[in-house]
């Protein structure tokens, strides 16, 4: 019997998010599960009464996450794993979206879960454990066209992740970047933002790019509940993983990449070691 323990899960209105409350629901353990909505809220408390709490917090409100989180403390207990998985998918050409749709994808995907992140550590350091999960992306390690912002998001949650699970350690604080392929959720759905075509010169290499994501919603590889049991796995582990990918596709990509890097390296080590001195 796996111990009982609570969750703070950003985003638990659908897709992974929703995934992973059921499932946590489902094996015993506690869920906070922040919303933005009321609606959501009571759609989410339902789910399992007495187990799930709901909390209204846009991740962007950076002013109201220690306080949300202490209260949460205070009222419903410790909070074991913290799991920033709210986020969402800009898509555009790098040289056609505005600056100010790239801020919001650092927002949301990069600021929210550093603040959710700091404002959990205290509470976690006194105690000496606990573990954090982000739910990054598989264009955390591989980029592709058209997702420039959203590509440059995840590989700073990457880094920032793997950076301090270093720092915490020490502290028995375990960090975990989980970085999934395509899943069936939302995200390529209600949940992108487009940036209008403008552009000729791209229509060729994008248009068929932005098309096939738009056919794909709905009929990516990836389960969201195998997801979840995933972390879950992660979750109970007494090591846990600084970096975990899910789904096949992220492995054959981030592979690939891998060895591409690889060679690359390898193909200008000459003139890399030539600075030395
Ligand atoms: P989703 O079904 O669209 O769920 C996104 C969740 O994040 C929703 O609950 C949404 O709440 C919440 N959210 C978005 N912006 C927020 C904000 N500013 N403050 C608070 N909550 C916010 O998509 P998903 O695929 O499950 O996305 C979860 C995470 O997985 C994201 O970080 C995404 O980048 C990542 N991811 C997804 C895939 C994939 O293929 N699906 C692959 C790799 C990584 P509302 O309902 O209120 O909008």
């Not at 994808?105 to 350091?125: C, E, H, I, S, Y």
Request: glycine share 10%; with cysteine; net charge neutral.
């Amino acid at each position: 019997m796996v111990p009982s323990k609570t969750l703070l899960i950003t985003g638990v209105s659908s897709g992974f998010g929703r995934a992973l409350a059921q499932e946590a629901l489902a094996a015993g353990h506690k869920v906070v599960g922040t919303v933005r909505s009321a609606q959501a809220r009571r759609d989410f408390e339902s789910l399992c009464p007495g187990s799930a709490f709901g909390r209204m917090l846009d991740v962007t409100e950076f002013d109201a996450i220690d306080r949300v989180v202490s209260e949460i403390e205070t009222n419903i207990g410790r909070i074991d794993v913290l799991v920033n998985n709210a986020g969402y998918g800009h898509e555009g050409i790098m040289e056609e979206s505005p600056l100010a749709e790239m801020r919001r994808q650092f927002d949301v995907n990069v600021f929210g879960a550093v603040a959710m992140m700091k404002a959990v550590l205290p509470f976690m350091r006194e105690r000496r454990r606990g573990h954090i999960l982000n739910i990054t992306s598989m264009g955390g390690h591989i980029t592709m066209p058209g997702i420039a912002y959203y590509c440059g998001s995840k590989f700073a949650l990457e880094g920032i992740s793997e950076a301090l699970s270093k720092e915490v350690k020490p502290f028995g604080i375990a960090v975990t970047a989980v970085a999934p392929g395509s899943f069936r959720t939302d995200w390529a759905g209600r949940s992108m933002s487009r940036t209008p075509r403008s552009i000729a010169d791209y229509d060729e290499s994008f248009d068929p790019i932005r098309e096939a994501r738009e056919e794909k919603n709905g009929k990516q590889l990836g389960d969201p509940r195998k997801a979840a049991r995933a972390m879950l796995t992660a979750i109970a582990a007494e090591n846990p993983p600084v970096h975990l990918l899910l789904g096949s596709d992220a492995l054959g990509l981030v592979r690939r990449k891998l060895s591409a890097l690889e060679d690359e390296i390898r193909q200008w080590e000459s003139v890399t070691v030539s600075t030395d001195g």
